[in-house]
């Protein structure tokens, strides 16, 4: 029986999804896009934080569809 | 032509910012609603003058009234920010009185196409080296979003309350047919489709014009079924096809989606060369 | 002629930078220029109308380039909003205003005065202007040399109102050596470019620097008249650059308004005139001075901001004054203005239409009052 959930197929890599509270304006870009649901709208203000890294396919999508430029996606 | 064909590899939005943003002060953000399309433009931007490796000092932004008129607040150049409309001819101003200057106009489709019209028309004809980059949103959106010259047909708007009637224009068709030499139309949502034709239409020598679909969920989406940034970027996702794919479809099945991609890319005399030429040509005589 | 004396001008002073549309009867400046900007290594550009030929030197002046345009009444209607957010951006140009009665079409090829206060108040807001106006051939070739330094100075457009019969008369100029005439060059930014703020003003009457685009340093032309440099925030910003454009200016006048006084000292009857119609004025006092009569005559050369100041000398002695002009009285109306204390008689010699007023007919309208 497996004792650790597969994640996403990637590199052996490190990646970090880093949301820029201060800028994110709640929008909702990338909690609706992400592929892999990565995201989800925490309340009270609705601001994107990831709750799911290891789904992270490393993609970047949140990153080039954000209006605001809050969210960094660092591949070490 | 330089083209941006080679392998790019897409650094993070860090370094863009770094090279070529002005970031808001720490407790403000850019002056669009949440989710605006505009932003992503920016970044497009940012994304296409890094690849061409520009000198900031050299670029100057163009731009008139409208809610991306602040665009050029967020952009490491200098900024001629003037009255609606003026685009293409205060462009066409700096760019003949120094041409090492690399100047983009940034404007609405108000702007560039409904007051500006006149400027746009005849810049292209004179293929003024300058790249405009047309934000399209459907509507005017700094005034409260009502109908212009690119409204669909039957969608409402603050002004066309019971649906728009009138015909729209095709902005990249209206280029072309002015004499623009490059053309290309892209949405927000393809962001790096979007960087490419910015840094080519950038590259190009002569008059380029950009067409990017633009999210105004706020104003415009709100009124037609779509009050989610969400929900327009994925609508640009779904409604555009490349010219290659518009060729295998049928009229019926074109209307109502985006064409996408680069339409013209063409050479003609462009008028501030002509015009170096004809300074040599006069002063030779006397 | 008149026109072509304007272009000279022009050039002698740095203008290397023209864009205009045709219009009567200005045409013959975007005509030479056409020809001689080449022959400078300047810039000429026919542009699609008025709109986009004071866009375009906007653009051509943030840039660097000393530059013009010129129309007539009806074109310096459609430039208006370009004049007045080049005023709110602070951008340095002259438009040179060939005037024909209007409204409408009026009378194109005719002759007229009637847009001195279009001039003063063709933008929106209620801004400073400097306009300047000529007499003789020979001065337009001045004026215009005048009008570019007062731009680049101040940082301002510059009105050059001129007439059509002064634009298509011929008259002898001597041309002076161009590489030895007065150049005002826009004050210019130095120490670090990143300290370097567009607009950075403390006190309403001071004139920041103006960087050239692609230089190193970041210039931001804005038209929205709100600097901000200092924290100043909302009504405190507009407040404060609204009150700046008048201060800049009317804190200077000395450099800026000027006229030309003959034989006021002791007039009983003054004569205060501008453009082509002082000339009939000045053979209005040459006439009435034979005779015995103590006139004088002020003749402005410049009409914004108005000489309250020296019609106020001028009149010392004045039992009556007289404004000829090719308009209902919009300079009568700032005499009045500048005399509302004094006990002399303003009157008015008024043409709505192209000919100019004859000596006879001043005379004529005194009769009776001397």
């Known amino acids: 029986m497996p004792t650790k959930a597969p994640s996403a197929p990637r590199k052996a890599r490190d990646i970090q999804v880093v949301v820029n509270e201060q800028r994110c304006r709640s929008c909702g870009i990338c909690i609706d896009l992400c592929p892999e649901k990565v995201f989800i709208a925490e309340k009270p203000l609705l601001k994107a934080k990831v709750v799911d890294l290891p789904a992270c396919t490393g993609c970047r999508l949140c990153e080039w569809l954000c209006t605001d430029w809050a969210i960094n996606v660092v591949v070490k | 032509m330089t083209t941006v064909q080679k392998a790019y590899k897409p650094l993070p939005m860090e370094h863009y910012i770094e090279n070529y943003a002005m970031m808001p002060a720490v407790d403000d953000h850019f002056r669009y609603c949440p989710g605006c399309g505009l932003g992503l433009a920016q970044g497009a931007i940012v994304r296409a003058f890094d690849y061409l490796k520009l000198d900031p000092s050299k670029i100057v932004t163009v731009s008139g009234s409208g809610c991306y008129a602040v665009m050029g607040q967020y952009i490491k150049a200098h900024q001629f920010h003037g009255p609606h409309g003026a685009g293409a001819a205060a462009a066409t101003g700096i760019k003949l009185a120094n041409p090492e200057l690399t100047v983009i106009c940034l404007q609405g489709d108000g702007d560039a196409v409904s007051i500006g019209a006149g400027h746009f028309v005849h810049g292209a004809r004179r293929n003024i080296d300058i790249t405009v980059i047309v934000f399209n949103n459907f509507v005017f959106g700094e005034t409260g979003g009502q109908g212009g010259p690119t409204t669909p047909y039957g969608t409402k708007t603050e002004t066309t309350p019971y649906g728009a009637i009138e015909n729209s224009f095709d902005i990249c068709q209206l280029a072309a047919g002015a004499g623009a030499t490059y053309v290309a139309r892209s949405t927000v949502y393809h962001a790096w489709h979007l960087t490419k034709c910015v840094a080519n239409a950038i590259a190009h020598k002569g008059f380029s014009v950009v067409e990017v679909m633009q999210n105004c969920h706020e104003l415009w989406g709100r009124r037609n079924g779509m009050p989610q940034a969400s929900q327009m970027l994925n609508w640009y996702r779904d409604s555009s096809i490349t010219m290659a794919q518009a060729k295998e479809m049928s009229p019926e099945q074109v209307r109502g989606k985006f064409v996408i991609g680069e339409f013209v890319r063409s050479d003609r005399p462009e008028i501030g060369e002509e015009y170096a030429k004809l300074i040599a040509r006069v002063q030779k005589k006397g | 002629m008149g026109n072509e004396a304007i272009c000279e001008g022009a050039i002698a002073a740095g203008v290397r930078f023209y864009a205009g549309y045709p219009i009567t009867p200005a045409t013959e400046i975007a005509e030479y220029m056409s020809r001689r900007m080449p022959e400078v290594a300047g810039k000429y550009v026919q542009m699609e109308d008025e709109i986009g030929s004071i866009y375009a030197v906007m653009g051509a002046s943030g840039a660097g380039a000393r530059a013009m345009t010129a129309t007539s009444g009806p074109g310096i ?276 239409h192209s000919d100019p007023i004859a000596p006879e007919e001043i005379l004529d309208k005194l009769t009776g009052v001397l």
């Open chain 3, 77 to 352: 209607g459609l430039m208006q909003e370009g004049i007045g957010s080049a005023a709110a951006m602070e951008i340095p140009l002259v438009v040179v205003v060939v005037s024909r009665p209007g409204p409408g079409a009026g009378d194109a090829t005719g002759s007229g005065q009637c847009d001195v206060m279009q001039a003063r108040y063709g933008p929106n807001g209620d801004n400073a202007v400097i306009a300047l106006t000529p007499s003789t051939v020979a001065e337009s070739f001045w004026l215009t040399i005048k009008a570019v330094n007062l731009a680049e100075r101040f940082r301002t457009p510059v009105i050059l109102l001129t007439e059509g019969l002064l634009g298509h008369m011929r008259e002898v100029v001597d041309l002076p050596d161009y590489g030895k005439t007065e150049r005002v060059e826009r004050p210019r930014p130095s120490g670090p470019p990143e300290k370097y703020e567009t607009y950075a003003l403390h006190k309403t009457d001071e004139i920041s620097p103006m960087a050239d685009f692609g230089s190193k340093y970041r210039s931001v032309l804005h038209y929205v008249p709100n600097h901000v440099y200092g924290g100043r925030t909302g009504q405190d910003a507009l407040k404060f650059t609204l009150n700046h454009f008048h201060a800049k200016i009317e804190s200077r006048r000395d450099e800026i308004t000027m006229a030309e006084s003959l034989y006021t000292d002791d007039a009983e009857v003054l004569f205060v005139a501008y453009g082509t119609q002082a000339r009939s004025a000045h053979e209005a006092m040459d006439r009435l001075r034979a005779r015995g009569k103590k006139a004088g005559l002020l003749r402005l050369i410049t009409l914004w901001p108005f000489p309250y100041e020296q019609v106020r000398q001028a009149a010392r002695a004045a039992k009556v004054v007289l404004v000829p002009e090719m308009n209902t009285g919009q300079v009568q109306g700032e005499v009045l203005k500048a005399l509302r204390r004094h006990p002399a008689e303003v009157l008015g010699v008024n043409h709505l």
